[in-house]
Nanobody
Framework: QVQPVESGGGLVQPGGSLKLSCAASGATDSYHPMGWFRQAPGKEREYIATLKWSGTMPTYADSVKGRFTVSMDNAKSVVFLEMNDLKPEDTGVYYC????????????????WGQGTQVTVSS
């Protein structure tokens, strides 16, 4: 497997927008959807969104639904997470994983993790 690489994080004011990228070319068999996750300092990593490698059937955690959008480029090698109306509670390190599985209402990464990109929402 190939380790994905996240980018696009930074400092943004509440209500602002940010777009993250996850480069993961050639890393998956495309059976399991890719996933976006985040982790705040001292807290467990949480699921925020998934997307099939076909670019279809996105899912979102309730905390980001309506504000975040996950998408994929035409070559299916880069996945994006567009974040709008950002809130301080969105602060954390954002990770992508090449393969995700669902247990109940939560998703978990079982494939390759990236190193993450820091997102800080602050005034």
């Amino acid at each position: 497997q190939v380790q994905p690489v996240e980018s696009g994080g930074g400092l943004v004011q509440p209500g602002g927008s940010l777009k993250l990228s996850c480069a993961a070319s050639g890393a998956t068999d495309s059976y399991h959807p890719m996933g976006w996750f985040r982790q705040a300092p001292g807290k467990e990593r949480e699921y925020i969104a998934t997307l099939k490698w076909s670019g279809t059937m996105p899912t979102y955690a309730d905390s980001v639904k309506g504000r975040f959008t996950v998408s994929m480029d035409n070559a299916k090698s880069v996945v994006f997470l567009e974040m709008n109306d950002l809130k301080p509670e969105d602060t954390g390190v954002y990770y992508c994983n090449t393969d995700s599985v669902r247990f109940g209402s939560s998703w978990y990464g079982i494939g390759s993790w990236g190193q993450g990109t820091q997102v800080t929402v602050s005034s």
